[in-house]
């Protein structure tokens, strides 16, 4: 099946258009022409949302559930367009394209049964205590309750799983948010065919049409119409600091400041620890090397330094890896303008003071191949520029002299999504030694495992302290993201006839 995008933008279930277009520019196959976002459009998709909200936010658990369910069903039924225009304008192959429609639509479901049990409204109920002495205490009840309309960001290295119907747009939905989606210029026509499917379960549950609208392209000013305007309440973003930073300092700056779930970038540091390193060194940095070149590198949790104590051992993993990675074959990135800026923070790296290559590559155009850099630890600790993220199949060694060094270095870490500790018995004692300086740089820190890959479940965290999210104590992934989009209200002394359902 051949799908061509139509280039039009979804506002409250209307297909409309503006005189510009911009052109999508794919790694393979046809290019085609968008209509381009404008400030007009953000207002008018906003204020549906806000009047879709004094209905959709007041459904209940059983009908958002369903809706949830409805998109996911709407979107299988859509599975080979999707993979179809997906592959042709990230490059991505089908069954990247295919696993990730299966993650979409699992956290679609799993977030329609999670909002049926009820937990995670946070239902309290302090009884009156009317005789109390000296004074008595009123009935007092609070539960979560949706705080109005969401914008959302689309990402570029998730067309489906973090963009127009991703985990944003999902757990905004699940806690009773209407949406507006600013679709990625990357893949404009996966966020079309997706939003037809969002589009047609909003039908199928006789929904508001405003639930759920979406702007295609546009420059800056859109975006910052969208974050600026004062009946958003939210605003979810996945991509780069740079750019998350921007959004984030207009979205305090307004008169009425609202959050910023921005998930900005992480290098996902590694502790390789003597023992693990001396007892399996080799199988790491195989396990590393197909780690950090998965996808082309194009993961937010994709490990780009492993710290290590200098020695025979560690110059025995660093040599694995170095051989594994150059058996790596190019892949396609997933726009010009990612690819360019890979080649240019690989070229930065091998610059800097200090920095040995141990492996380059020459990069065609979207094709990337891997880098693998060492440098001494000293020199890591006095220059910050060495621990920024370069997006990509890159790889720096942090070698260090001794524990002493190893621990300076994870104690000079900004933010991180992800830390790793490598470790057999006997480093348990330095793990132990470490752990509280991790815990503090992270949101999940993993023993013996690579972090690329992030589960969708109750108990996972995709956050942590900035610049690896601005706001520590939230989750892009997992049932948990929901709440960022609830805030607690209290009841006191409301008779029950007129309390929410789920108080009564």
């Not at 953000?42 to 004094?54: G, I, K, L, N």
């Not at 299966?102 to 937990?119: K, N, V």
């Not at 979207?366 to 890591?380: G, M, S």
């Amino acid at each position: 099946m051949t799908f061509t995008p139509h280039g039009k933008h979804l506002i409250a279930g209307d297909w409309v258009s503006t005189g510009a277009t911009f052109r999508s520019e794919p790694a393979h196959g046809e290019a085609h022409a968008f209509s381009m976002g404008t400030p007009e459009l953000v207002d008018r998709a906003v204020r549906t949302a806000e009047e879709a909200f004094w209905t959709y936010g007041y459904t209940t658990r059983d009908e958002r559930a369903a809706f949830l369910n409805a998109i996911a069903d709407e979107i299988e039924a859509r599975a080979d367009v999707i993979t179809q225009i997906g592959s042709e304008e990230t490059g991505l192959p089908e069954a990247r394209l295919q696993g990730e429609r299966g993650r979409t639509t699992g956290q679609l479901r799993l977030f329609a049964s999670h909002i049926l049990a009820g937990d995670y409204l946070d239902c309290r109920h302090d009884e009156a205590l009317p005789d109390r002495q000296p004074l008595p205490r009123p009935d007092l009840r609070m539960m979560q309750r949706p705080i109005g309309p969401v914008a959302v960001f689309g990402a570029s290295n998730f067309p489906l799983a973090f963009s127009t119907a991703g985990g944003d747009t999902a757990s905004a939905l699940a806690a009773g948010c209407p949406v507006v989606v600013k679709g990625h210029g990357a893949h404009p026509g996966t966020g079309e065919i997706v939003a037809e499917a969002i589009h047609a379960a909003i039908e199928k549950c006789d929904l508001p049409k405003g639930v759920f609208s979406l702007v295609q392209g546009g420059n800056r000013t859109v975006g910052q119409a969208l974050v600026q305007h004062p009946l958003i309440k939210a605003v979810g973003f996945t991509g780069s600091l740079a750019g998350g930073r921007a959004l984030f300092d207009l979205c305090a700056q307004r008169p009425e400041p609202i959050p910023f779930f921005g998930e900005l970038g992480s290098v996902n540091p590694m502790f390789m620890l003597p023992e693990a390193v001396s007892a399996r060194g080799a199988g790491l940095g195989q396990g590393w090397a197909a780690s950090l070149t998965m996808g082309a590198g194009q993961f937010c949790t994709n490990p780009g330094i492993a710290v290590v104590i200098e020695g025979s051992d560690s110059d025995a993993f660093i040599e694995a890896t170095r051989a594994a990675l150059s058996e790596a074959g190019g892949q396609v990135m997933l726009t010009d303008g990612i690819a360019e800026a890979y080649t240019s923070g690989a070229a930065k790296m091998g610059a800097e003071t200090g920095v040995q290559d141990l492996l380059t590559s020459m990069c065609d155009r979207r094709e990337a191949k891997p880098f693998l850099f060492k440098v001494a630890a000293a020199d890591w600790l006095g220059n910050h520029a060495l621990s920024e993220e370069v997006f990509g199949p890159l790889g720096l060694v942090v070698v260090a002299k001794d524990v002493k060094e190893m621990d300076r270095v994870a104690r000079s870490f900004d933010g991180q999504l992800t830390v790793t500790l490598h470790m057999n018995d006997g480093d348990t004692t330095l793990a132990r030694r470490l752990l509280p300086v991790l815990e503090r740089k992270a949101g999940r820190v993993l023993a013996n495992g690579f972090p690329t890959g992030v589960e969708v479940c109750d108990s996972m965290v995709h956050g942590g302290p900035y610049p690896a999210s601005t706001n520590f104590g939230a989750t892009s992934v997992g049932t948990l993201s929901i709440r960022r989009f609830l805030r607690p209200v209290c009841y006191q002394g409301l008779p029950n006839a007129i309390l929410p359902a789920d108080l009564q």
